[in-house]
C-alpha cells in the first residue's frame, strides 16, 4: 500500500514542524511532500504539483491572506482537512474541500480522528459543501471556543509571576521564541508561538501585524504610508524594527482600526 501523501500549509514553522512530527509519529508510512507557507506560494506550488499528494493540512489564517485565497488562484482536488480556532471561517472552510476542522492547538487525538475520518471517506468523492449539517458545525466550534487570555504566566528571574494581556503593548518572535513587551518597557518570553497567541488574545484588541509581530490597538500611536502600498505601524514603546503591514493586509488592518 503506498503511502499516504501530504501537503502541510502553515506560515509559522514551529506549528508546522509539531505537525509533521505528530503525523509521521501517528503513522511513520505518511510522507511529508512540502511545507508550504504562504498564499502566494502555495498557488505556485499547486498549479504545478500535478495531483501528487493525497491530503492537506491547511491553516487559515496565513501571513499574506487568508488560505480560502488558493482555491480562487489555484485547483487544489484533494480533501483539505482545515486548522482553525475562528468560528467565523467555519462555513467557508467547508465549502473548499474541507472534510474536518482542528481547533488550535491541536493535540494527538484530534489529528488522530482526523486522519482516521480521512480514510473512512477515500473511497468516497469529496465534494464542496456534501451532507454537512452546518448549524451543528457552528454548535461544535462554540463549544470548544476558548475565552481570551486575561494575563500570562512568565518567568521573572526566579520565579513565576502573572502578567496581564491589557499590560503588554506587543508581541515580537526572534529566533523562534517570542516576547511580551509591556507598556512600561518590560519584556518577557511567552512560552506561546505567534499563532497559538492569535487563538488566545482579543483579536479586536489585537492584530497580526506580520509574521515577527502582535500588537494592541491602545498603543498605535500613528499609521504611516510604506513603500510599495505597505503600512508602517507607530507604536510605544518604540519596537526593535519597523513594524510593517503588507499591501495584502493593510485593507484588513485599516479596518481594523476603524472598528
Not at 503511502?3 to 514551529?14: A, C, M, W, Y
Not at 526572534?174 to 511567552?190: C, F, G, K, M, P
Not at 483579536?203 to 500611536?221: D, H, L, P, Y
Request: no cysteine; net charge negative; aromatic share 12%.
Amino acid at each position: 500500500m503506498s503511502s499516504l501523501r501530504v501537503v502541510i500549509i502553515e506560515d509559522e514553522p514551529v506549528s508546522a514542524r509539531n505537525l509533521a512530527h505528530l503525523l509521521n509519529k501517528l503513522d511513520d508510512s505518511i510522507a511529508i511532500k512540502t511545507i508550504l507557507g504562504s498564499v502566494e506560494e502555495s498557488v505556485k506550488w499547486f498549479n504545478n504539483a500535478e495531483n501528487n499528494f493525497d491530503l492537506v493540512f491547511m491553516d487559515i489564517r496565513l501571513a499574506d491572506g487568508l488560505s480560502f485565497d488558493i482555491f480562487k488562484l489555484a485547483n487544489v482536488s484533494k480533501p483539505v482537512i482545515f486548522v482553525t480556532a475562528y468560528n467565523d471561517y467555519a462555513i467557508q472552510a467547508f465549502k473548499n474541500n474541507g472534510i474536518d476542522y482542528i481547533l488550535k492547538p491541536f493535540d494527538d487525538e484530534e489529528v488522530e480522528q482526523a486522519l482516521r475520518k480521512f480514510n473512512n471517506l477515500t473511497s468516497m468523492p469529496v465534494k464542496s459543501g456534501g451532507n454537512l449539517n452546518y448549524e451543528q458545525l457552528i454548535n461544535q466550534l462554540n463549544e470548544n471556543a476558548r475565552p481570551y487570555k486575561k494575563s500570562f504566566l512568565v518567568h521573572f528571574r526566579d520565579k513565576l509571576i502573572p502578567l496581564e494581556t491589557e499590560k503588554i503593548a506587543w508581541f515580537y518572535t526572534a529566533n523562534e521564541l517570542v516576547y511580551a513587551h509591556t507598556i512600561d518597557s518590560r519584556q518577557y518570553i511567552v512560552d506561546f508561538t505567534m499563532e497559538q497567541l492569535e487563538q488566545q488574545l482579543d483579536m479586536n484588541r489585537f492584530f497580526r501585524a506580520n509574521r515577527q509581530f502582535i500588537v494592541n490597538r491602545k498603543e498605535i500611536t500613528e499609521v504611516a504610508f510604506y513603500f510599495n502600498g505597505r503600512l508602517v505601524v507607530k507604536i510605544k514603546p518604540e519596537p526593535p524594527e519597523n513594524i510593517i503591514i503588507s499591501k495584502a493586509r493593510s485593507p484588513e488592518f485599516k479596518s481594523w482600526m476603524n472598528k
